[in-house]
């Protein structure tokens, strides 16, 4: 390595997982297998998705999408996470899906009925004004 510690190379996350499992690490960052995910990580993903593209949209339009078009591109983020993932046996892919729903529905019927300034907006993705 040239001039460069490895502090400035490896993530707080890196060293962290580094320091707790350095086969996990190496599994991880040198030969880049991933973990498969969990339902929450799925849902949680999609979930962020979702109102990511909310937001991109309300930042053209300065409007939010109905609850209709949010649930739609929800369901379609949620099953390309769900392909990614190993279910466990506990696990459901409709006890997700609704839930996820229901999730969406509350963020739509209280997070979207409160007004955003434009400048609070713009400010949430620096370097794209």
Known sequence: M???????????????QFL??????????????KDPGTAAT???????????HNFRQK??????LPLAECLEFFR???GRQLETIRLQKDEHPMEVLELGETMIAKYVEEATSRPISSAALR???PGEH
């Open 2 to 16: 040239d001039s460069a510690t490895l502090a400035e190379v490896l993530s707080p996350s890196q060293i962290s």
């Open 123 to 125: 400010s949430a993705w």
């Open 76 to 78: 379609n983020a949620l």
């Open 42 to 52: 799925a849902l949680g993903t999609a979930f962020h998705e979702t109102i990511a």
């Open 20 to 33: 707790n499992c350095p086969a996990k690490w190496m599994c991880r960052y040198l030969l880049d297998l």
């Open 59 to 64: 930042r053209e339009t300065a409007r939010d």
